[in-house]
């Protein structure tokens, strides 16, 4: 089968296809016969040789994908050969198949392609776990996004509006701004030409917010302190604006803060089961009736993944970047 992998770490043009063979579920593991391949900055991560796989694992990328069963590993029962599904792998979804954990794999809509598949599970499942489990959103309550534009982004800013929060966000272009308004936000700011902080106190009338959602980390972690409310709640996502900076713990004890961390792959598979347990009661439906949706950017074939990339790094995307395999 073909397969994507680093030979090298670097930029874009290290992503080489390659032939491995076919592998075999284990217990509790079903085979999938790929289709679409969701792209996820971890995956770039993972190619710059910043995100290292976990010990005993392949160098093919890919965390989510959408396809086929093409086998059953023992004890499987509740899928079947010829389901059509998408779900969460550790590794290994830029390849034609893959194996998954039966836990991991939800049925695709009958409404629904492999792109949009694929497009759906990490993004929501991270915006979900953040916003609500993690950070306690409520209606009535405000939360800041960063990166609104982006796969988590347009996601979360649909599932918090849905919930009934004031929906503030970042992005960097106007073009982008515009669209996450079409989704739910109520109000957006340019990061590259306005000063986030100034822009989120003048709409909150110098209240701030209740809750961030951050992927930038140590460049904005001062600056998203300073527009929490008292007893609100930072989450760290990402890591784009880099990992170690100054840090002043005085507005924590003063305004009883929480800063709070996650990542998906790093979990245990019963983590994950359960992390994808509440995502298909509580958004599942919505996703399959339209009342949220997935927002795709765009899909490109699986022989020119290095594009796919590419999109991504010069944040030309709005929603998702999907990889096909025909």
């Known amino acids: 089968?073909?397969?994507?992998?680093?030979?090298?770490?670097?930029?874009?043009?290290?992503?080489?296809?390659a032939e491995a063979p076919k592998p075999e579920p284990g217990v509790d593991q079903i085979l999938v016969r790929v289709r679409a391949i969701g792209v996820n900055r971890a995956d770039g991560l993972q190619r710059q040789g910043l995100y290292p796989m976990p010990p005993g694992i392949s160098d093919v990328p890919g965390l989510e994908l959408a396809?086929?069963?093409?086998?059953?590993?023992?004890?499987?029962?509740?899928h079947a050969v010829g389901d059509r599904v998408f779900g969460l792998v550790t590794e290994g979804a830029y390849a034609e198949y893959a194996v998954?954990?039966?836990?991991?794999?939800?049925?695709?809509?009958?409404?629904?392609?492999?792109?949009?598949?694929?497009?759906?599970?990490?993004?929501?499942?991270t915006a979900h776990e953040t916003l609500f489990e993690l950070a306690g959103l409520e209606a009535g309550q405000s939360v800041l996004i960063h990166a609104g534009g982006s796969g988590v982004g347009t996601a979360a800013v649909q599932m918090a509006r849905h919930r009934g929060a004031t929906v503030y966000f970042t992005a960097g272009s106007q073009r982008k701004i515009n669209r996450v308004v079409e989704l739910g936000g109520h109000a957006g700011f340019n990061y590259h030409t306005h000063d986030f902080v100034e822009e989120v106190f003048r709409a909150t009338g110098g209240e701030g917010v209740?809750?961030?959602?951050?992927f930038i980390g140590a460049d904005y972690l001062m600056r998203n302190i300073a527009l929490l409310r008292e007893t609100g709640c930072l989450v760290l996502v990402g890591i784009l604006g880099g990992s170690i900076g100054s840090f002043d713990v005085r507005p924590m004890f003063r305004k009883?803060?929480?800063?709070?961390?996650?990542?998906?792959?790093?979990?245990?598979?019963?983590?994950?089961?359960?992390?994808?347990?509440?995502?298909?009661?509580?958004?599942?439906?919505?996703?399959?009736?339209?009342?949220?949706?997935?927002?795709?950017?765009?899909?490109?074939p699986f022989d020119e993944a290095k594009r796919a990339h590419e999109i991504m790094e010069a944040n030309e995307n709005l929603g998702k970047v999907i990889i096909t395999i025909e």
């Open 1 to 17: 089968m073909k397969v994507i992998v680093l030979p090298q770490y670097g930029g874009p043009g290290v992503l080489t296809v």
């Open 67 to 78: 396809g086929e069963v093409a086998a059953l590993g023992p004890g499987v029962d509740d």
């Open 100 to 125: 998954m954990d039966r836990g991991l794999a939800v049925p695709i809509p009958k409404s629904w392609g492999f792109v949009e598949g694929a497009s759906v599970i990490e993004v929501f499942c």
């Open 210 to 214: 209740d809750v961030i959602e951050d």
């Open 256 to 300: 009883r803060l929480r800063i709070c961390g996650f990542t998906l792959r790093a979990q245990s598979v019963d983590d994950k089961r359960a992390v994808v347990r509440r995502f298909r009661e509580t958004w599942l439906p919505l996703l399959d009736a339209g009342t949220v949706k997935p927002v795709i950017h765009a899909a490109v």
